[in-house]
C-alpha cells in the first residue's frame, strides 16, 4: 500500500493509503494511462511495472469535437471498470518561455485541453475516484519528451508508446525515480 496525496508524490507526506492508481496523461490527438497495483515509494530491488497501460488515440480526420468525443468515450468505459483508488491528471500551463506552449494558447488548443481534463475530472467524480491533479514543471521540470522517454528507459529497461510514456513518467516521478 502507498501512503499518498498530492505532497507524497514528490516525497514531502505520507497520510492516505492506496491500493492501486492511475495515471493519465490527456491529449485530444491521444491520451495516455498508466495503472499500478500496489504502488509504492519505498523500492528495494526493482520498480514495479505497471498492470496496464493503455493509450487512447483518435484515427482520421476528425474535428477536435469528434476527437474530444472518442477520448471521453473511451476514457469513460476505462475508469468505470478500474478498480482504483486514486487517479493522477497532468494539469495544465502556459510555459511564458515556450514558443509551441504560448501558440497553443492562441489557437485555442489549451483550452480545449482544459475542457477534456475537466471533463475526465467529472467522470472520476461520476465514478468515485479522487482526483489529483499535477502540473507538468512538478513532475518533470523542464525535461523535454526526448529526455522522459530516455529516463523511462533507463529506469524500466522498457519503452513506451508516445502517450502513454507521460503517464508512466508520472508514476515513475512519485517513485522519485524519474
Keep these: ?3 499518498f496525496n498530492h505532497e507524497d508524490l514528490y516525497g514531502k507526506t505520507r497520510c492516505a493509503k492506496v491500493r492501486s492508481i492511475l495515471f493519465v496523461d490527456p491529449g485530444l490527438e491521444g491520451t495516455g494511462l498508466a495503472r499500478w497495483y500496489d504502488f509504492c ?3 528495494e530491488d526493482s520498480l514495479p511495472l505497471p498492470f496496464d497501460t493503455k493509450a487512447i488515440v483518435p484515427r482520421g480526420a476528425l474535428t477536435w ?3 474530444f468525443r472518442y477520448v471521453m468515450a473511451e476514457f469513460s468505459l476505462y475508469v468505470a471498470a478500474c478498480p482504483v483508488d486514486r ?7 502556459v510555459w511564458a518561455g515556450s514558443a509551441k506552449s504560448i501558440a497553443s494558447v492562441s489557437k485555442g488548443n489549451l483550452l480545449k485541453l482544459v475542457m477534456l481534463t475537466g471533463a475526465m ?3 472520476c467524480d461520476d465514478n468515485d475516484k479522487r482526483v489529483t491533479l499535477v502540473a507538468p514543471t512538478t513532475w518533470k521540470g523542464q525535461l523535454s519528451k526526448a529526455a522522459v522517454h530516455k529516463r523511462i528507459k533507463l529506469a524500466m529497461q522498457m519503452r513506451f508508446p508516445e502517450h502513454v510514456a507521460d ?3 508520472m508514476a515513475l516521478s512519485a517513485m522519485g525515480q524519474l
Design 65 to 67: 469535437r469528434q476527437k
Design 121 to 123: 475530472m467529472r467522470v
Design 167 to 169: 503517464a508512466v513518467g
Design 41 to 43: 515509494n519505498s523500492l
Design 1 to 3: 500500500m502507498l501512503n
Design 87 to 93: 487517479v493522477v491528471i497532468e494539469s495544465q500551463s
